[in-house]
């Protein structure tokens, strides 16, 4: 649920404020919101320095550990510490950019042998001059007898040669630059620049002594930086200065008694509609594993809109199962998962992410097992195994049954809004629109399906189009109501036919899933040969890069459209449209 708030300003004087500040972020309750922008030298300094920590931090979290004993930390200026690493891994950068370079340059030169450039810069000196050319092999006979052509190798019809001349004729063909170095200056370079960036990555490892003490350097800059934004972004009036925040209500006790106690000035308000209020959400556990997603893909429900973890949560479970088809790739994920979660798991503090996978992980399985499919489904069933429930094996039952989940779905939503809005005439649109979409499923599956559209289905449509058409805005002006119905109705009628049949992708993304498996497994089983060993590898590669390209795409799907179904079709049917943004508290990390 999305947490009440309390807009909170707070008076000083002036000559306080600092300390007003510091005794904030001990409490870490009151999310700020600058009254003027933040500017001045102090917070680009820290903004600067900032940048320096994050960039050292995230490059020695990418590096290889030393044994315990081989690393050491030095008195030495953190800030220094920062730059040196940087430097060094931008080093490594460079040299690393430059091998693919001398790679590229040894692949080309290499069927030219190995020579020196300056060589025949020397002999241009003396009046000799060759030239690398391509030469077309038809046109290699026109060239003048006293100009010497020598043929170094051919590459389809194209002769490469070199020229020497007296004259330094240049000629008509595609002329090759000479390279800077030797090919075996090349390779010499290769290999000492190899051992340059072995020993710079050797020095990188010798600053991880310094990760904690980046760590808390960072944290302590991050609170001086939020303090000076807070500071300079502080509304002034005379000697006395004020900021403005957000609260949870539960908090408002908690902060008057603070205020009391410190002499400051407090006034507390139910905020307004043009308000900018931070989203808090708290949930239980189970609902409250959603939130890593959420994180990912920066959604934040507005403050006044609702939240709709619990089914998020309930239906991204199902479309994952769904989508993913298959118990042996749920079976995987899970082992994955599993894996991560005791390598990991200790430094990571939030730990709703494992969870949060444990979940999707059992509902692919579950699906699997419901549908009868085991990495593919074709080899179960000529073995004689069938699936739990054998109507989620026909294409016509499963098809049918994603269209009446998306209605459910949407249902939900139009109910919620009900529910809200109720006993408001206003709810009696949404109900309409309830009917609207029960009647674009059965439509749904006359259309697609090719079943008989029911007779009450007309009743539906005509019962929800009439209260939509008189309950969307009702004024006492019988033409604007109308005017105002009919305007939705243009706009959404065809969106809630669009929006159910959007929910095939279900089937469709799952079958070709299983199509996938299918079709490797029947490469694979027509590849092996009795007694042939090597078919048998051959068959195991085949099966192997088959079913992991499904384990790689099918979460890749699920964000795609799983995510799609929840935070589109359905939160465009409830209203919700993700502008929030999330409740930060101006605190200090310890």
């Not at 949870?248 to 006790?253: C, K």
Request: with cysteine; charged share 15%.
């Amino acid at each position: 649920m999305i947490v009440k708030m309390k807009k909170v300003f707070l008076f000083l004087q002036k000559e306080h404020a600092q300390i007003a500040l510091s005794d904030l972020a001990t409490l870490g309750l009151l999310h700020i919101e600058h009254q003027n922008p933040p500017s001045g030298e102090q917070v680009n300094l820290l903004n600067e320095q900032l940048a320096l920590f994050e960039q050292a931090i995230l490059i020695l979290a990418s590096i290889d550990p030393l044994p315990p004993t081989s690393v050491s930390i030095r008195s030495e200026n953190l800030i220094s510490v920062c730059r040196h690493v940087i430097d060094l891994q931008k080093r490594s950068e460079q040299l690393k950019e430059y091998a693919v370079t001398l790679n590229t340059w040894i692949d080309q030169w290499s069927p030219w042998g190995d020579f020196d450039p300056q060589e025949i810069k020397q002999l241009a000196q003396q009046n000799i001059y060759a030239r690398l050319y391509q030469i077309p092999r038809e046109q290699l006979k026109n060239i003048r007898q006293d100009i010497v052509v020598q043929k170094i190798f051919s590459e389809g019809g194209v002769d490469n040669c070199i020229i020497f001349s007296r004259d330094n004729q240049q000629f008509d063909f595609k002329e090759l630059e000479l390279p800077k170095m030797s090919l075996s200056a090349m390779r010499q370079r290769l290999t000492e620049d190899a051992w340059i960036n072995t020993n710079l990555k050797k020095q990188l490892s010798e600053y991880l002594g310094y990760q904690d003490a980046l760590i808390a350097e960072k944290n302590d800059l991050t609170y001086q930086k939020n303090f000076f934004e807070i500071l300079q972004g502080m509304g002034q009036a005379e000697q006395l200065v004020y900021l403005k925040g957000y609260a949870p209500v539960d908090t408002e006790g908690l902060l008057v008694a603070q205020a009391k106690q410190r002499g400051w000035g407090i006034l507390t308000a139910v905020p307004q509609e043009d308000d900018e209020v931070p989203t808090l959400l708290r949930n239980p556990a189970w609902i409250s594993t959603i939130k890593p997603l959420l994180k990912l893909l920066e959604l934040t429900p507005g403050y006044r809109e609702l939240d709709i973890s619990p089914l998020f949560i309930i239906f991204f479970g199902l479309f994952f199962g769904m989508l993913i088809g298959d118990a042996g790739y749920g079976l995987i994920y899970l082992v994955l998962n599993f894996w991560s979660h005791k390598k990991f798991g200790r430094k990571i503090k939030d730990q709703s992410m494992f969870f949060l996978f444990y979940i999707l992980s059992f509902c692919a399985i579950i699906w699997g097992l419901l549908t009868g499919t085991f990495f593919g489904q074709e080899w179960l069933l000529k073995l004689g195994f069938k699936p739990l429930v054998a109507a989620l094996a026909n294409t016509v039952f499963i098809q049918k049954f994603c269209f009446l989940i998306g209605a459910l779905h949407l249902t939900l939503a139009h109910g919620w809004k009900v529910i809200l809005a109720a006993p408001a005439l206003v709810a009696l649109a949404d109900l309409g629109w309830i009917s609207i979409i029960w009647a674009v499923f059965f439509l749904a599956n006359s259309l697609i399906l090719g079943e008989n559209f029911p007779l009450f289905g007309n009743q539906l449509i005509i019962f929800g189009l009439a209260l939509v058409l008189f309950f969307t805005n009702p004024q006492k002006n019988i033409l604007k109501t109308i005017g105002s119905g009919l305007g939705t109705i243009a706009l959404s009628l065809v969106n809630n036919f669009t929006d159910v049949v959007s929910y095939i992708r279900l089937f469709a993304v799952g079958l070709a899933g299983v199509a996938i498996a299918d079709a490797f497994n029947t490469m694979a089983a027509g590849v092996i040969r009795p007694g042939n060993f090597v078919t048998l590898i051959a068959a195991a590669l085949i099966i192997v890069c088959g079913h992991l390209l499904n384990i790689i795409l099918g979460p890749m799907s699920v964000l795609v459209h799983g995510v799609r179904l929840n935070v589109l079709e359905f939160c465009g049917h409830l209203g919700v449209t993700w502008n929030g943004f999330v409740y930060k508290p101006f605190s200090r990390k310890a």
